[in-house]
């Protein structure tokens, strides 16, 4: 499923054609944006506003993008949850001992501080979101390129990227032939299955590798691969849609600095 989710859904949402350039730009000023605030609303703003970018303007099914939100958004609850605990502040609503060198407390400031920190996980989110689920790799591996990133970084990079899906496609494979042969039918018989998933899995992409290096030799590989992604032009509307949204989220980030929940 990740492996259509995360190219598919790229080559086909609403913002396949606006500039990479801009993309990149919104969603990295977002990160900035939500670093700098030191008040809780202006990253829920930024993630208000880019999730309806994703939603309405990049046209992507609220279940597709609530299943790739939740999952991150679980393991920050579970962070904040323990910074809530650990941070300790003045004003006490609940308190706990349960060793010597470990006091558990719930108090105003540590409920702020948790609650500032995960909104601001929320909007990095988003702008990570934005970027990920509107613009295809290739397209970013071209951008790296016009930056000047070294060249063994992109092939790299390419080469990662290519092994993570066919990775995803064996494990599928060897994973639905396992469930149908009963392989998960009990708990010995799970860790058993569960060894030979890894095992076919390190198998073969051993073997993707060496079939890749002789492509490469077979194909006079001479230290840089060729890039298929598009370089489009800076239009006006999407700029100036750019530029209204970094305007709206630096007078929100001014706005709230200092708002706290209690």
């Known amino acids: 499923m990740f492996e259509e989710l995360l190219e598919d859904v790229a080559q086909r949402n609403g913002l396949r054609e ?3 350039w801009l ?5 990295l000023s977002a990160i900035v944006l939500c670093l700098l605030s030191t008040g809780y609303a202006a990253p829920l703003f930024i993630a208000l506003l880019l999730s309806a970018a994703v939603l309405v303007l990049a ?6 993008y609530a299943e790739f939100f939740l999952v991150p958004l679980w393991f920050a609850l579970m962070s904040v949850a323990v910074i809530v605990l650990i941070s300790g502040g003045e004003h006490v609503f609940w308190s706990w001992d349960p060793l010597p060198f470990l006091s558990l407390s719930i108090t105003r400031e540590s409920i702020n501080y948790g609650f500032f920190v995960l909104c601001r996980v929320i909007g990095g989110m988003s702008a990570l979101l934005f970027i990920a689920l509107t613009t295809p790799m290739t397209d970013l591996f071209v951008v790296m390129r016009k930056v000047r990133v070294p ?3 992109i092939d790299l990079a390419m080469i990662i990227y290519r092994t993570i899906f066919f990775l995803l496609d064996q494990v599928r494979q060897v994973y ?3 469930v149908m042969r009963l392989g998960y039918s009990g708990w010995k018989e799970s860790v058993h299955t569960f060894s030979m998933l890894c095992g076919s899995a390190f198998i073969a992409s051993w073997d993707a590798g060496d079939d890749l ?3 490469m030799d077979a194909r006079c590989y001479d230290g840089k691969f060729a890039l298929l992604g598009e370089n489009r032009p800076v239009e006006l509307r999407p700029l100036c849609a750019l530029a209204l949204f970094l305007v709206a989220a630096s007078v929100a980030v001014v706005a709230s600095q ?3 929940l209690l």
């Open 151 to 153: 060249d063994f970084v």
């Open 258 to 260: 200092g708002m706290t």
């Open 59 to 64: 046209r992507i099914d609220l279940r597709t």
């Open 176 to 178: 639905h032939a396992q």
């Open 23 to 27: 993309k990149l730009a919104a969603g």
């Open 18 to 20: 606006t500039s990479t």
């Open 213 to 215: 290096v002789r492509a």
